[in-house]
């Protein structure tokens, strides 16, 4: 069965620091989603594509974090500097898109950064 | 998007039906309800959803109250590995929209 891939799976960082996180997709996908989740919290929403494109960023701190993805496959996002604050679970989610199973998000298994 | 609401904790006995209630009582027409759960250091997982009639799959039953403002997922034979934390969301479906979790319910099946 496909599954959505994500690097690394656990990343320690110095504040301060710049740090990067990778999602591979479900083949096909056109929706692509990360999501931040706090100890103790659900996940919430950073920023959301279709395709290349930037659907919502509403929630994602730009002063810092940046997020793209240039071939509407893969992703990266990034966080320059970190913060203290930043430590928690970085979930991708991808998406058939607009269609009927569009409901549907398929979790990849996260990237637990812990900054110091 | 309608928010919902759902008890902390809940346990339930291996082997024994786990009943799952949420209440989003501000629902409107169009919005869905969905049930996904997260198995401790994994990403969620989609289990089921409906509009207003009960739904049934290989993994749970969701049972939608007439007036829609609540529902229960029901595992029919809890095991071990439905421990988890349990999330109600409601949104409309039609497009890709993003999930909006709240804290959820926590399962703990135990021998």
């Known amino acids: 069965e496909a599954e959505v891939a994500q690097s690394p799976r656990y990343k320690i960082t110095e504040k301060s620091q710049a740090v990067a996180f990778w999602c591979d997709p479900i083949?096909?996908?056109?929706?692509l989603y990360w999501y931040r989740q706090i100890l103790g919290q659900g996940p919430e929403l950073l920023v959301q594509?279709?395709?290349?494109?930037?659907?919502?960023d509403s929630q994602l701190p730009k002063d810092r974090f940046s997020a793209e993805r240039l071939k509407g496959v893969d992703s990266t996002l990034k966080i320059q500097p970190a913060e203290l604050g930043d430590s928690a679970m970085y979930l991708c989610?991808?998406?058939?898109?607009?269609?009927?199973?569009?409901?549907?998000?398929?979790f990849g298994p996260g990237t637990r950064l812990t900054v110091t | 998007d309608a928010k919902t609401t759902q008890p902390p904790s809940m346990d339930c006995a291996e082997g024994r039906a786990a009943n799952l209630p949420c209440n989003h009582s501000?629902?409107?027409?169009?919005?869905?309800v969905y049930w996904y759960r997260q198995i401790h250091s994994q990403g969620p997982q989609y289990i089921i959803h409906g509009l207003k009639n009960n739904e049934t799959n290989e993994m749970a039953s969701l049972i939608i109250t007439e007036d829609r403002k609540s529902s229960t997922l029901i595992l029919p034979h809890a095991t071990l590995r439905d421990t988890a934390v349990y999330y109600c969301i409601v949104l409309p479906t039609g497009t890709a929209s993003k999930l909006t979790f709240g804290t959820g319910t926590r399962l703990q099946v135990t021998l």
């Open positions: 989610a991808s998406s058939q898109g607009l269609s009927l199973r569009s409901y549907e998000q398929y």
């Open positions: 594509f279709q395709d290349e494109s930037v659907v919502d």
């Open positions: 083949s096909g996908h056109a929706t």
């Open positions: 501000t629902i409107s027409g169009n919005e869905y």
